[in-house]
C-alpha cells in the first residue's frame, strides 16, 4: 500500500509542498490523456486509497471526493486529441502534468511523478518513481483524480456517439470497441494514429 516515505524525504531534502501527479488514458484508442497533481496534507489518513487501476469504480468515485475535500490542492488537466497525434503521446502526456503542476492554487515546490520519465518542460524539481501510485499517497490520490476525471469525460462522449458504447469501454481497445471502429468508422474523438493497425494501414 501506498505511504507517504518519498514525500518525507522529500521534505528532509528542504521542500515544503510536494505534489504527487499521475495520469490516465495514455492507451485508449480515443479522448485526451488526462493528469492530475495532488498536494495531500502531511500524513492524511485516506483509507483503502491505492492505485486507481485496483480500485473498483464506486471506490474511485468515493475516494475522489474525500481526495478533493481534504487535498490541500489538485488540478486536473488534459493533454488534448490534436496535441496526441500532433506530438505523441509521451508529449501529451507531459503537456497535461505540466497543466496540472502548475494549476495548482498552492504551488509545490516539488513533484512527485508516476513512471520512469519526469515530463520535459517541467518547472519545478521532480523525482520520478516506477509504480508511484503503489507507492505514494500523493502518485495514488493524482491517479484516482485522473482516472475518474476521464471516465466521467468518456461518460459524456457516450451520449454524444451512443454507437460506439463509450461508457462501457471508456475508449481503450477492447474486443467491443474494435468491432464498432471497424463496423461503423472513427468518429471525431479517435485517435487516427492509434487505429492503424484495426482499420489497416492508409
Do not use: W
Not at 515546490?109 to 508516476?114: C, E, K
Not at 493524482?142 to 475518474?148: G, N
Not at 475508449?171 to 471525431?188: A, N, Q, R, S, V
Amino acid at each position: 500500500m501506498p505511504d507517504y516515505s518519498y514525500e518525507k524525504a522529500a521534505v528532509t531534502s528542504g521542500f515544503k509542498l510536494i505534489c504527487g501527479v499521475d495520469e490516465a488514458g495514455r492507451g485508449p484508442l480515443a479522448g485526451p490523456v488526462c493528469a492530475a497533481a495532488v498536494i495531500l496534507p502531511e500524513d492524511l489518513e485516506i483509507p483503502g486509497l491505492n492505485d486507481s487501476k485496483k480500485l473498483s469504480e464506486k471506490k474511485r468515485e468515493q475516494l475522489y471526493d474525500i481526495i478533493t475535500e481534504k487535498a490541500i490542492a489538485y488540478c486536473v488537466a488534459f493533454g488534448t486529441l490534436e496535441e496526441i497525434e500532433e506530438k505523441n503521446i509521451l508529449q501529451a502526456t507531459f503537456l497535461a502534468m505540466n497543466r496540472a503542476i502548475e494549476g495548482l492554487e498552492t504551488k509545490a515546490d516539488f513533484a512527485l511523478i508516476d513512471g520512469n520519465k519526469i515530463p520535459d518542460g517541467i518547472k519545478i524539481p521532480a523525482a520520478a518513481i516506477v509504480k508511484g501510485d503503489a507507492k505514494s499517497m500523493s502518485i495514488a490520490a493524482a491517479s484516482i483524480l485522473a482516472k475518474v476525471s476521464r471516465d466521467r469525460l468518456l461518460m459524456e462522449y457516450d451520449k454524444k456517439y451512443p454507437e460506439y458504447q463509450f461508457a462501457k469501454h471508456k475508449g481503450y481497445g477492447t474486443k467491443l470497441h474494435t468491432d464498432l471502429i471497424k463496423e461503423y468508422g472513427p468518429c471525431e474523438i479517435h485517435r487516427l494514429s492509434f487505429l492503424k493497425n484495426i482499420l489497416g494501414e492508409k
